[in-house]
């Protein structure tokens, strides 16, 4: 009886607390646009007003882009980190500030913890891959590789059990809840945002023209739906219409097409982060390859009768960068449509006010964490294939009776196709 009694209680208080949630909207984000700009703006109307705002912001963070690109692949996976922690503390916050008032032990320090120990696995996973040559050649780093899975499993353990130790009684379904709510959020920001890691690694290409498609087809959505925008799209986002809609479509395939000719004729956007040995460190320097080559292409018949061209020059990954682009546009949106609705279900305008005009840092990169995911199944389901360099740095770690093992099988395979003469010695 006394079990049962205790189950009602608690039931009791996480229903309670759940129909308060509901009940109890957040409060509406204050106007945080800089002073000087409302000044200037301040003859023009609401909408007006927030069309400048948004657009004058805009230009400055595609500026900060540009330095960071120019900066290199370091100073972009450093920017990449420090915008994952910002959108898990955005989103972290937001549950912290529904329920707050119970006062949960080690809720914040928990999820914070829980982070440090998903990055230290990714990144671990990444240096091991990319840099295996580095990690080899030290010490500390070979152990740390050796068991790094070890590690981070031991890791993640305590946080299970720490967890476990602070359930309080009355509280564990909220709790629960809280859990689930971390580990949901590492894997939307944590998980993609290792995968843009390994995107960029492939090529700067690869991290700068869909992240540009993406930011492209926001602006040009917004254009679009701004000036010609009649009919609404869908309920979850009222401001969003068909014809911003379509126009963005169109504008992001052509943006797509030019911005990838531009950068596919320059080394250090198509090359892959690779570490040089001998000058200890990290080269973005390559011979390109068939990808990143003019080639010459048929037009369609229907075409030539439009346009009067038979042929035309033009880089392979350009036929890629409208897949890019496409997805960028019809498909990239629902991140932002699925972020709508969570805001929605929590009655917040945005995850927070870090960009005036724009909200959060997660409200930037809602579409960017979806399109990250997709170039990186992109990359390895039709672009990638096996790394001869990674395979030879492999090969020579291991012992010398297993190099020699695998050379005499190589070279019995290759003499059975044909490609190698066997050698016998004259009687």
């Not at 050796?146 to 309080?168: E, P, Q």
Request: charged share 15%; aromatic share 16%.
């Amino acid at each position: 009886m006394e079990s049962e009694s205790e189950a009602k209680v608690d039931g009791e208080t996480a229903s309670d607390s759940e129909s308060r949630t509901e009940s109890a909207p957040l409060p509406v984000s204050a106007d945080d646009t800089p002073e000087v700009l409302n000044r200037a703006l301040s003859n023009l109307s609401s909408r007006w007003k927030n069309w400048w705002v948004r657009g004058i912001l805009t230009l400055a963070m595609i500026a900060f882009f540009f330095i960071i690109i120019y900066l290199g692949p370091m100073v972009l996976m450093i920017i990449v980190m420090c915008v994952q922690i910002k959108c898990f503390h955005e989103i972290i916050t937001i549950g912290y500030n529904v329920y707050h008032s119970y006062d949960l032990p080690w809720f914040r320090t928990l999820s914070w913890y829980f982070l440090l120990c998903v990055n230290y696995f990714f990144y671990g996973e990444t240096v091991t891959d990319y840099f295996f040559t580095l990690v080899q050649r030290e010490e500390p780093l070979r152990i740390l590789s050796k068991y790094h899975r070890f590690i981070s499993f031991t890791l993640y353990l305590i946080g299970f059990c720490m967890f476990v130790l602070s359930l309080v009684k009355k509280h564990y379904r909220l709790q629960f809840y809280m859990f689930g709510w971390t580990h949901v959020t590492l894997l939307i920001v944590v998980t993609q945002s290792h995968l843009v890691i390994h995107n960029l690694f492939e090529g700067m290409i690869w991290f700068i023209v869909p992240i540009s498609c993406v930011i492209c087809n926001d602006i040009m959505a917004y254009m679009f739906g701004f000036f010609f925008g009649r009919t609404p799209l869908i309920k979850l986002s009222p401001k969003k219409t068909w014809e911003g809609f379509i126009g963005g479509f169109f504008a992001t395939v052509v943006f797509g097409l030019l911005l990838s000719y531009v950068m596919s004729g320059y080394r250090c956007f198509v090359c892959p982060v690779e570490y040089n040995n001998d000058t200890n460190s990290f080269t973005v320097d390559c011979e390109p390859s068939d990808l990143f080559r003019l080639q010459e292409y048929n037009i369609p018949g229907v075409i030539q009768s439009v346009i009067g061209w038979k042929t035309v020059r033009m880089y392979p990954f350009q036929i890629h960068s409208i897949a890019l682009s496409t997805f960028a546009s019809l498909i990239g949106p629902f991140g932002g449509f699925f972020a709508s609705g969570f805001k929605r279900a929590f009655k917040i305008k945005d995850f927070a006010n870090t960009i005036p005009g724009h909200g959060g840092i997660m409200d930037r990169f809602d579409c960017q964490y979806l399109m990250a995911t997709f170039v990186n199944v992109y990359i390895a389901s039709f672009i990638r294939g096996p790394n001869p360099s990674k395979l030879i740095q492999q090969f020579l770690t291991l012992r010398p009776d297993q190099q020699l093992h695998i050379f005499n099988t190589l070279q019995s395979h290759l003499i059975d196709k044909g490609m190698l003469t066997s050698t016998t010695e004259d009687e």
